[in-house]
């Protein structure tokens, strides 16, 4: 059974902060890694993929993977109210078919 | 370019009754996925076509459930004889992969259709 862990949260942090999200994942031959968000009522929403150990950054966001550890995490630089959302790791495993974990709610208070 | 498109948005129905949801993908992308969620959890996969042909089901598509995608543009899914345990978003996915081994295959996400079974 491949899982995807993540905490539920909320996370609360205030605006300006660096939010600090986390996930981690069951199967070690795991090839690729997204983080979507997530506004109550919508749809999943692309923010990242990576699919090789270290960072990478793009505008306010950086995600990291170590495989090693079997973790991936998503940091919001400078946090903003519009942040807020519910933040959903994904990993593809094999098929190409996604894995979810159920998603950290932020919360960015003004 | 226009995003994943679904029709309806909103479907509210007495259990019991047949519904069909439609999917539109990215123009050109070559696999379409189809996902549900359920309050509080993240989407689980239901089925994923590679042009027309779908490719993997997951356990959790009952045999009340049946999808297609005869001519590997659009997507339908049915439900038949729904259940208040289908109520759902339904949620469908596109992507444009090669095929080659470490594809990326990075999905992009319709507005999803919400099912209500009274």
């Known amino acids: 059974q491949k899982e995807v862990e993540q905490n539920s949260g909320p996370l609360s942090v205030p605006e300006g902060a660096i939010a600090s999200l986390n996930c981690t994942y069951s199967?070690?031959?795991?090839?690729?890694f997204f983080w979507y968000r997530q506004y109550s009522g919508k749809s999943p929403e692309l923010i990242m993929s990576i699919y090789s150990n270290g960072d990478k950054e793009d505008g306010r966001f950086t995600a990291q993977l170590n495989k090693a550890s079997q973790y991936v995490s998503l940091l919001i630089r400078d946090s903003q109210p519009s942040d807020s959302a519910t933040y959903l790791c994904?990993?593809?495993?094999?098929?190409?078919?996604?894995?979810f974990g159920k998603g950290t709610m932020l919360l960015v208070s003004p | 370019d226009t995003g994943v498109s679904q029709d309806p948005r909103h479907k509210i129905t007495k259990r019991g009754q047949n519904v069909t949801f439609r999917c539109d993908p990215i123009s050109e992308h070559n696999r379409l996925y189809w996902y549900r969620q359920t309050l509080g959890q993240g989407p689980e996969f239901l089925t994923y076509f590679q042009n027309e042909a779908q490719l993997e089901k997951s356990r959790l598509l009952s045999d009340r459930f049946s999808a297609e995608r005869p001519k590997g543009s659009f997507s339908t899914l049915e439900i038949q004889r729904t259940e208040q345990g289908d109520s759902a978003m339904y949620l469908c996915?596109?992507?444009?992969?090669?095929?080659?081994?470490?594809?990326?295959?990075?999905?992009?996400f319709g507005p999803g259709t919400r099912l209500t079974v009274l």
């Open positions: 199967d070690r031959g795991s090839q690729s």
């Open positions: 996915a596109s992507s444009l992969t090669s095929g080659r081994a470490g594809g990326t295959d990075t999905q992009y």
């Open positions: 994904a990993v593809i495993s094999g098929y190409s078919t996604l894995t």
